[in-house]
């Protein structure tokens, strides 16, 4: 057997019969022979390496999209390496960088700065804001806001806080364009600027209004800490104040009481990022390709009909 018969058994099985794949692979087992991939991609010119870039790893729900996005890049035999920008748009840029000469392709998740993209690029895919020359996955922020809102006022409430996210984030950006034209037709409330936070929402809920009978949380981090900071001071949710959150990520259903909220698709659209990377020709040799989806409410404990109580009590 030749050393290009044994290095196709191991690097592109297809092309050998399944006799011989299986005695390469007994002897590779024997010596103990592991592929190093930077050497083969090297020679091959492919590394089999999808780079992901998040913005923050410390908030859960971007874990849920990588682990989606993984899961399908190793169902398609690829590698995904997540590296973290921690919002910072030039650590951004030197991460797209360092990955334009082996990767097989980028992911961004929520990008921070408008991507530039050079001749011989790999293919890029943009989660949660479109950029030029990539492809993107969204989702349909109006949607979100106004599955709130209907649920909330569907409960009777007049006296609505949204909790408006930091201008930093193009997410809030984005949505607090959404609440200001809403608001212009069924008046609400907008706060200022919080941490996206479980201390975020501690400070909310420390220069909550007593006529505020129900808060939009810009996702469930949020609302736990807002629901928690009411209970110290004495005010119960949802008797007194309705809190609905954003996002569904797992604790939600465990908070006390178990938070309303509206389940984002994150696993959908991590295995969507994949598939636009892989199965479609780039968006800078093509048509620029927009999937858009679309949150679901989940209602628990959280929210209920506002208490009737004499104009003249305050909290």
Sequence with gaps: MTVSTASRALNRPELVRDETRQRVEQAA???????????????????DTIVFVIPDLSLGLFHTVAAAAQQEARRR???????????????????VEGARGYAEGIILLWPQADFEPQPGDPPVVSIGRQVRGAHAVLLDQTHVLEQQLVH????????????????????????????????????????????????????LADSLDPSITAVI???????????????????????????????????????????????????????????????????????QIVETFR??????????????TDPEVTR
């Design 77 to 95: 035999k690829l590698d995904l390496l997540v590296a973290d920008s921690m919002g910072n748009a030039d650590r951004e840029a030197g991460l």
């Design 217 to 287: 949380a810009f996702i469930d981090n949020q609302a736990l800490g807002i629901i928690q900071r009411l209970a110290e001071r004495g005010i119960r949710v949802p008797d007194d104040v309705s809190v609905i959150g954003n996002n569904d990520v797992m604790w939600a259903r465990m908070a006390n009481p178990a938070i309303t909220t509206l389940h984002t698709p994150y696993e959908a659209m991590g295995r969507a990022a994949v598939s636009l990377l892989l199965d479609t020709e780039p968006a800078d040799r093509g048509a």
């Design 152 to 203: 909330l006022r569907r409960l009777g409430h007049e006296r609505i806080l949204y909790a408006d996210g930091l201008e930093s984030y193009g997410a809030a950006r984005e949505r607090r364009r959404v609440a200001e034209r809403l608001a212009a037709d069924a008046p609400f409330e907008l706060s200022e600027q919080f941490e996206m936070t479980f201390e975020g929402g501690v400070a």
């Design 295 to 308: 949150s679901e409410l989940v209602v628990r404990g959280s929210t209920a009909p506002p208490r009737r």
């Design 29 to 47: 087992r024997l010596l103990g022979y592991v592929p190093n991939k930077m050497a083969r991609a090297v020679v091959t010119g492919r590394s």
